[in-house]
Nanobody, 123 residues
Framework: QVQLVESGGGLVQPGGSLRLSCAASGSFFSINVMGWYRQAPGKERELVAT???????TYADSVKGRFTISRDNAKNTVYLQMSFLEPEDTAVYYC?????????????????WGQGTQVTVSS
């Protein structure tokens, strides 16, 4: 019942910056955690960054100091600001959201995924 739509992907040169956005819509009571995952060709999907509704963040070691995750709770949107991009960052980036369903007794959780957006870092 939760839909996620990513935007902001594209082609960027090494050392450049890009900002990804993911907007959530549909039926839900809360979005407890939002995050970004990525999958490069020939590799497993990996966690990039997460952020809770209270603002607590986590990052993969490979992106610490370069990427910043943030969210606008009023807009149900999560962002990923990517700076100092490297060719190794090339991947399909997926938005994820976990929270509670609306009007559910007892309360139940959901785990929603977006369709993904391509990020290519190349000169």
């Amino acid at each position: 019942q939760v839909q996620l739509v990513e935007s902001g992907g594209g082609l960027v040169q090494p050392g450049g910056s890009l900002r990804l956005s993911c907007a959530a819509s549909g039926s839900f009571f809360s979005i407890n955690v939002m995050g970004w995952y990525r999958q490069a060709p020939g590799k497993e999907r990996e966690l990039v960054a997460t952020i809770t509704s209270g603002g607590t963040t986590t990052y993969a070691d490979s992106v610490k100091g370069r990427f910043t995750i943030s969210r606008d709770n009023a807009k149900n949107t999560v962002y990923l600001q990517m700076s100092f991009l490297e060719p190794e960052d090339t991947a399909v980036y997926y938005c994820n959201a976990k929270g509670l369903r609306r009007s559910s007794l007892p309360l139940t959780s959901y785990d929603a995924w977006g369709q993904g957006t391509q990020v290519t870092v190349s000169s």
